[in-house]
């Protein structure tokens, strides 16, 4: 399992692999997709699955849905297109991809979306006692990590998977997967502040830059800000902001790359869907 850059175990349980993918029923009594579809150079996997099977598993669509797909000329295994509806592949090490986007194929491996609370720790385990992420997980079989991290203090979104060079690459700098966060400030916020943060302002390891600023609320002495980054050094928006003299007393992080909070709710989950897996795939080129 590929544990490199900022990401973390947060689970325990079964290594990746070792559960038996379930891709409903006996493939034998499915011969009739054989017959729609051309033909292509793709060599059959012994002992594979067919493909649409693959595809509605991982939540594409319906299995008719997904022989469409293929009949059009829309997926790829391994970078080449297949038409035959009977093709059979190994989800495990083949590469698939549905109108050009990476699709989940392998039933081992969970992507979920978490809602971090404040006041808990970006951790498996805390010797003082403070809550983690592992007390909102539950039962969890898979052994999770968690994509970078969020303050003690800071709520919000976080990516959990163990997809090893998935999680590696949305937390190196290199990718540069934009975050985006919610933050109480003092006002009143100055017309030119947006400008000046997308200048880029001098922290004591450097310049900081924001890809967005806007206001959202300003009333009085109170503002609530959204401010949008690609870079993930420690404290980063909080830093920033109070560099500008807006020091933050609430920060939520509601985006990472395509996937938003929305409405998941302080210490809930949900498992990603198809097309946000697949387009965290494409931030990260994979």
């Not at 038996?20 to 292509?40: A, F, K, S, V």
Request: hydrophobic share 35%.
């Amino acid at each position: 399992m590929n544990t490199r850059g900022h990401s973390r175990e947060v689970g325990r349980g079964r290594m990746a692999g070792e559960a038996q993918p379930d891709y409903g029923d006996n493939d034998e009594d499915d011969d009739w997709g054989d017959l729609g579809g051309e033909r292509d150079d793709l060599t059959d996997v012994p002992g594979g699955v067919r493909l649409q099977k693959v595809l509605a598993a991982a939540g594409v669509g319906s299995r008719r849905h997904c022989e469409e797909l293929i009949g059009a000329g829309r997926v790829e295994v391994d970078g080449q297109t297949v038409r035959r509806f009977g093709a059979r592949v190994d989800p495990e090490h083949q590469i698939i991809r549905v109108d050009g986007k990476r699709i989940p194929a392998r039933q081992d491996i969970a992507y979920l979306a978490f809602n971090k609370p404040p006041k808990v720790l970006t951790a498996m385990s805390d010797d003082r006692g403070r809550k983690t992420i592992a007390d909102f997980l539950g039962d969890r079989a898979e052994r999770l990590f968690h994509v970078g991290r969020l303050d003690y203090d800071t709520e919000g979104l976080m990516l959990l998977t163990n997809d090893g060079e998935l999680a590696h690459r949305l937390a190196h700098p290199s990718y540069e997967v934009a975050k985006t966060y919610l933050a109480d400030v003092p006002g009143p916020i100055p017309r030119d502040l947006g400008r000046r943060l997308a200048t880029g302002v001098e922290l004591e390891d450097g310049v900081a830059v924001a890809d967005r600023f806007r206001v959202l609320e300003q009333a009085g002495s109170h503002a609530l800000v959204e401010i949008t980054l690609h870079e993930g050094r420690k404290h980063i928006v909080r830093r920033m902001l109070a560099e500008v003299g807006h020091p933050v007393s609430r920060l939520v992080r509601t985006t990472v790359g395509p996937v938003k909070l929305s409405g998941l709710r302080p210490g809930e989950t949900r498992d990603l869907t198809t097309r946000e897996i697949g387009e965290l795939y494409a931030a990260v080129g994979l």
